[in-house]
Every structure is written in structure tokens, then in C-alpha cells.
């Protein structure tokens, strides 16, 4: 395989990964969340990451972008687990999962930042990557808001 085309596909590939880990961990989030709102805010996550996947899988067919099952990484299954135990441990269930959507959040922006940095991918693709980013940004801002005020 061109190494060109591998680079863009490793860094597609970080991208799907983030996003099923981010989906795997809104719906835990989801399932502890004690607030209805708060619940609903998780369950919208997980349908805009689900989509954010379709998008990457759609933009890139050619590319071995990884199976349609969700599986996550291990490094958010290690992230889910720290959410279980931070949660227990806090007094407030559902500000522990805001803050740690914040987290997430912040890193997956970071990931975005990197493909859009890689110069090989495609105008029409980057166009894609620069979109969600800008929704991952606009969730940080909500899901900070909700943090401060619960």
C-alpha cells in the first residue's frame, strides 16, 4: 500500500476509534446519569457519534476503516472503567460524567487537530473532519455549561 494512503488511513482509523470509544462511553454515561436532562444530553452524544462514523466510513470507502461493530479502544475501555470508578467514589454521579465528557471531549478535538494537520487527506475530507470538529467544540461548550450548573 502507498504510504501516503496509509497515513490517511491511520489517521481516519484514530478518528473511528475515538469516535466508538466516545459512543461507548455516552452510553454508560447515559445508563448512570440521574438527571433526565442530563440522560438526554448523553443519549444525543451517542446518535451525533454514531453519525460522525457513518460520515468517515461514507467519506472513505476504499480505506479499511475497521468493521461497522462498534469496539472500541482499550485505552476507553480503560476510560469507561475510570468513569465507573470515579462515580462511585463521587458524591454527584452525573457531574463525574459531565466532567469526563469534557475530557473526552477535549482530547478528540486534539485528534481531530492532528488530521487536519496531516496534509495528505483530501480537501472534501478535511472539509468533513473540520465540521465535526466544530460540533466536538460546541459540545465542549454545552457540556461545560451543564457541569457548571448542576
Same mark, same amino acid.
Given at each position: 500500500?502507498?504510504? +501516503? &494512503?496509509?497515513?490517511?488511513?491511520?489517521?481516519?482509523?484514530?478518528?473511528?476509534?475515538?469516535?466508538?470509544? #466516545? &459512543?461507548?462511553?455516552?452510553?454508560? @454515561?447515559?445508563?448512570?446519569?440521574? $438527571?433526565?436532562?442530563? !440522560?438526554? %444530553?448523553? /443519549?444525543?452524544?451517542?446518535?451525533?457519534?454514531?453519525?460522525?462514523?457513518? /460520515?468517515?466510513?461514507?467519506? @472513505?470507502?476504499?480505506?479499511?476503516?475497521?468493521?461497522?461493530?462498534?469496539?472500541?479502544?482499550?485505552?476507553?475501555?480503560?476510560?469507561?472503567?475510570?468513569?465507573?470508578?470515579?462515580?462511585?467514589?463521587?458524591?454527584?454521579? +452525573?457531574?463525574?460524567?459531565? /466532567? =469526563?465528557?469534557?475530557?473526552?471531549?477535549? @482530547? #478528540? *478535538? /486534539?485528534? %481531530?487537530?492532528? #488530521?487536519?494537520?496531516?496534509?495528505? *487527506?483530501?480537501? !472534501?475530507?478535511?472539509?468533513?473532519?473540520? =465540521? $465535526?470538529? =466544530?460540533?466536538? $467544540?460546541?459540545?465542549?461548550?454545552?457540556? =461545560?455549561?451543564?457541569?457548571?450548573?448542576?
Amino acid at each position: 500500500m502507498n504510504t +501516503d &494512503i496509509e497515513k490517511i488511513e491511520n489517521r481516519l482509523k484514530d478518528l473511528v476509534s475515538k469516535n466508538e470509544d #466516545a &459512543i461507548k462511553g455516552f452510553e454508560k @454515561a447515559s445508563k448512570n446519569a440521574e $438527571q433526565v436532562g442530563i !440522560r438526554s %444530553y448523553f /443519549e444525543n452524544k451517542v446518535v451525533e457519534r454514531m453519525h460522525f462514523l457513518k /460520515e468517515l466510513r461514507a467519506a @472513505a470507502p476504499d480505506l479499511d476503516l475497521g468493521s461497522v461493530e462498534i469496539d472500541g479502544s482499550t485505552a476507553g475501555a480503560v476510560h469507561r472503567t475510570w468513569m465507573d470508578v470515579k462515580s462511585f467514589f463521587s458524591g454527584d454521579n +452525573d457531574e463525574a460524567m459531565l /466532567e =469526563e465528557a469534557v475530557r473526552g471531549d477535549k @482530547a #478528540a *478535538i /486534539e485528534d %481531530y487537530d492532528k #488530521a487536519l494537520a496531516e496534509t495528505m *487527506i483530501p480537501p !472534501r475530507i478535511k472539509e468533513l473532519i473540520r =465540521e $465535526q470538529k =466544530e460540533k466536538l $467544540q460546541n459540545d465542549l461548550e454545552t457540556s =461545560e455549561i451543564l457541569e457548571e450548573h448542576k
